[in-house]
């Protein structure tokens, strides 16, 4: 009972069979020499990291784990930092993933206590290629847009000059009918001419035959009053 009122309560590192257990995994495992290279957590922007590690953690296990991304969280809460005993901690839920995965975050909070704002420098160089992507991206559809309205205008000054030339034959055409109307041909002063010489000629006639009648009433007449 003595024993067991010893252990009730104690965490993983009073407990001795843990820490040998521990021990004996960090002498058997190998580990890349980045670890061996001292983080100062104060001068990292943990909430950048932390987006990175759900992406990677979702990426290597291939579902969404948030009690595995809480805990290596966690992890990077403590105030001595270990990459080996991080490594070790992970083992369990990432599985041949986990060397992979200890050793690009710890190169990542290497690059962001050496940078400023704690933010690691490649995600730095990553938002500015993203930057550069969205600009060159907006050029190019900048380039679109002017390009349609370029060719928008032109088939407008286009079709403003076929209009001009249409309408301008149009009033030339339009001029020349109404100079014509204006000077009349001469085939019609002609017929005018004509058709006067015709009612002269009728009107002669008629005043002819109108005084032969008249000469010959009057002897008539004279008759009539001389023979009774």
């Known amino acids: 009972m003595g024993d067991a009122g ?25 580990f890349p020499p980045e670890y061996d290279q001292k983080v100062d957590m104060k001068k990292v922007n943990l909430d950048v990291i932390k987006p990175w590690i759900s992406n990677r953690i979702t990426e290597l296990l291939g579902l969404e784990d948030e009690i595995v991304i809480d805990y290596t969280c966690s992890l990077l809460e403590e105030k001595n930092q270990d990459p080996k005993r991080m490594q070790i901690n992970l083992t369990g839920f990432l599985e041949s993933n986990t060397k992979k995965f200890v050793t690009e975050l710890w190169n990542l909070l290497l690059s962001a206590q050496n940078s400023v704002g704690g933010i690691p420098a490649i995600f730095i160089e990553q938002k500015k290629e993203e930057l550069r992507k969205k600009k060159s991206q907006e050029d190019e ?3 679109q847009r002017d390009s349609v309205m370029d060719t928008i205008r ?14 301008g034959k149009r009033r030339s055409r339009f001029d ?3 100079e014509r109307s204006r000077s009349p041909p001469t085939r019609r002063y002609r017929s005018r001419s004509r058709s006067r010489s015709r009612d002269e000629r009728r009107s ?5 035959d109108h005084h032969s009648s ?3 009433d009057r002897p008539r007449e004279s008759r009539r009053r001389r023979s009774p």
């Open 204 to 208: 002669r006639h008629y005043r002819d």
């Open 6 to 30: 010893f252990f009730k309560g104690t965490s993983a590192d009073q407990d001795s069979r843990f820490s040998n257990k521990e021990k004996k995994l960090l002498k058997s495992m190998s």
């Open 141 to 143: 559809r900048r380039a």
């Open 176 to 178: 020349e009918q109404r």
């Open 154 to 167: 032109k088939k407008t000054t286009d079709e403003m000059s076929d209009l001009r030339e249409s309408s």
């Open 214 to 216: 008249r000469r010959d």
